[in-house]
């Protein structure tokens, strides 16, 4: 099962959007670490003891069974952890807190969040491990469905015909659309990608001059392809 949405970085930290109880959330402590103003146990404190947070609405404490659960699924989506018991923040919580914490760092979360195409107020996010696994139910439910004996074929007018012909082009739409989708994440991914490489590199005032005739000598000769145009940035990393 694959619960994982998606991977932000912020402040160099990772963040990972999963999906549990059927509801993105955020794991608490890797919020505190990547918030730099916020104080390690802030956002845990607010939630148990601020009032106004409801647990299985706002938050979680995953612990026991489900905490073997949360690390085996986390695990089969490519990330290892080790917890007993962990604390997940759903966005409602998340929205009270930020509203209750005002500070800048929190705005330029949110803001960031929504270049990533996620919104706590409208709950709009690419959930990609919840359609793929919405889409594996529907399959499983359709094969349990008998299947319906033939009927001899009906006589079709051509304007009962029409509809057929709409089909296919509502098809064709949804094949470009999910094409286009596909590329946008490909791009999301590169640009995360290259601004994570890009702030590590430590270029010296004696090297900024090669660094740049080296990146456009780079682009002149190989233009702007994607895979190598990383490695070479990856280079300068000190």
Same mark, same amino acid.
């Given at each position: 099962?694959?619960?994982?949405?998606?991977?932000?970085?912020?402040? +160099?930290?990772?963040? /990972?959007?999963? %999906?549990?109880?059927?509801?993105?959330?955020?794991? $608490?402590?890797?919020?505190?670490?990547?918030? @730099? =103003?916020?104080?390690?146990? @802030? *956002?845990?404190?607010?939630?148990?003891?601020?009032?106004?947070? $409801?647990?299985?609405?706002?938050?979680?404490?995953?612990?026991?069974?489900?905490?073997?659960?949360?690390?085996?699924?986390?695990?089969?989506?490519?990330?290892?952890?080790?917890?007993? /018991?962990?604390?997940? *923040?759903?966005?409602?919580g998340?929205?009270?807190?930020?509203?209750?914490?005002?500070?800048? &760092?929190?705005? @330029?979360?949110?803001?960031?969040?929504?270049k990533?195409?996620?919104?706590?107020?409208?709950?709009?996010?690419?959930?990609?491990?919840?359609?793929?696994?919405?889409?594996?139910?529907?399959?499983?439910?359709? =094969?349990?469905?008998?299947?319906?004996?033939?009927?001899?074929?009906?006589?079709?007018?051509?304007? &009962?015909?029409?509809?057929a012909?709409?089909?296919?082009?509502?098809? !064709? $739409?949804?094949?470009? #659309?999910?094409?286009?989708?596909?590329?946008? %994440?490909k791009?999301?991914?590169?640009? &995360? +990608?290259?601004?994570? !490489?890009f702030?590590?590199?430590?270029?010296?005032?004696?090297?900024?001059? #090669?660094?740049?005739?080296?990146? !456009?000598?780079?682009? +002149?000769?190989?233009?702007?392809?994607?895979?190598?145009?990383?490695?070479?940035?990856?280079?300068?990393?000190?």
């Amino acid at each position: 099962m694959n619960i994982l949405i998606r991977k932000l970085i912020f402040n +160099e930290s990772d963040i /990972h959007l999963i %999906l549990w109880n059927d509801k993105p959330c955020f794991f $608490v402590s890797e919020l505190s670490k990547a918030l @730099d =103003s916020v104080n390690k146990e @802030d *956002i845990s404190v607010f939630l148990r003891y601020g009032g106004s947070a $409801v647990k299985g609405v706002d938050y979680d404490v995953v612990g026991g069974t489900e905490a073997r659960d949360l690390r085996s699924y986390l695990e089969s989506s490519g990330i290892k952890k080790r917890f007993a /018991h962990t604390m997940i *923040i759903y966005f409602e919580g998340l929205k009270k807190y930020f509203n209750f914490r005002k500070t800048i &760092e929190s705005r @330029d979360f949110i803001n960031y969040m929504a270049k990533c195409k996620v919104s706590l107020e409208e709950g709009v996010v690419f959930e990609k491990a919840a359609i793929e696994n919405k889409a594996s139910d529907a399959a499983a439910a359709i =094969s349990e469905v008998p299947t319906p004996a033939p009927q001899p074929p009906a006589a079709v007018s051509a304007i &009962e015909a029409k509809p057929a012909v709409n089909k296919k082009k509502e098809a !064709a $739409v949804l094949d470009k #659309a999910s094409s286009n989708y596909s590329e946008f %994440l490909k791009h999301i991914s590169f640009m &995360e +990608e290259f601004v994570d !490489a890009f702030n590590k590199i430590n270029i010296t005032a004696d090297k900024s001059v #090669a660094f740049t005739k080296g990146m !456009a000598k780079f682009l +002149e000769d190989n233009g702007m392809q994607t895979d190598t145009f990383l490695k070479e940035i990856k280079k300068w990393i000190v």
